[in-house]
C-alpha cells in the first residue's frame, strides 16, 4: 500500500519543465493519495505536476505535455474515464496508467474498464509503491532517460 505521507501541499501543482526529467502527471481527487505519488515519484526523479479532477488533470495534460499520465478513474467534475478518452483523442501516443480503489461494482471492474478504453496499464487501489514505479518504468521510455535504468536495480 502506498505509504500516505502528507506535506502540507493541497493546491494543484505544477512542476517545472525539466527536459532531463520525465514529466507525470498525477490526477486524483484524494489530496493524501496525490501528496504520496508525487513524494513516491518525485524521490525516484520524476518531475510531478498535480490535479484535483479529470477537468484540471485535462487542462495540466494541454499546457506541460507530460511523458505520463497517472490518473484516478472515479472522481468528481470530471471522471478517469472521460479523462482517458479525451486524452486519446486529442493525442493518441499518450502514456497513460489508470488507477482506482474500490466503487460500487469493485475495483478490478474500474480498472479493466479504463485498460479498456485507452489506458496503457491499470493498477487496482491499494498497490505498492514498487509496483506503480515498476509501471511507470514499464511504459516510459527508458533510452531517453538512462537514470530510470541505473535506479531500476
Known sequence: MINHLNHGL????????????PTILVIDDDST????????LETYGFQVSLARNGKQGLAAFRRIDPDLVLTDIIMPVQDGIE?????????PDARI??????????????VAIAAKL????????????NELIDAVRALIAVDRWPFLEARAA
Open 10 to 21: 493541497d493546491e494543484v501543482g505544477t512542476a517545472a519543465p525539466d527536459a532531463s526529467c
Open 33 to 40: 493519495v496525490r501528496q504520496s505519488l508525487e513524494i513516491l
Open 83 to 91: 479523462t482517458i478518452l479525451t486524452i486519446r483523442r486529442e493525442r
Open 97 to 110: 496508467l489508470a488507477m482506482s480503489g474500490s466503487g460500487p461494482v469493485g475495483n478490478s471492474d474500474y
Open 118 to 129: 485507452g489506458a496503457d496499464a491499470a493498477l487496482a487501489k491499494p498497490f505498492a509503491g
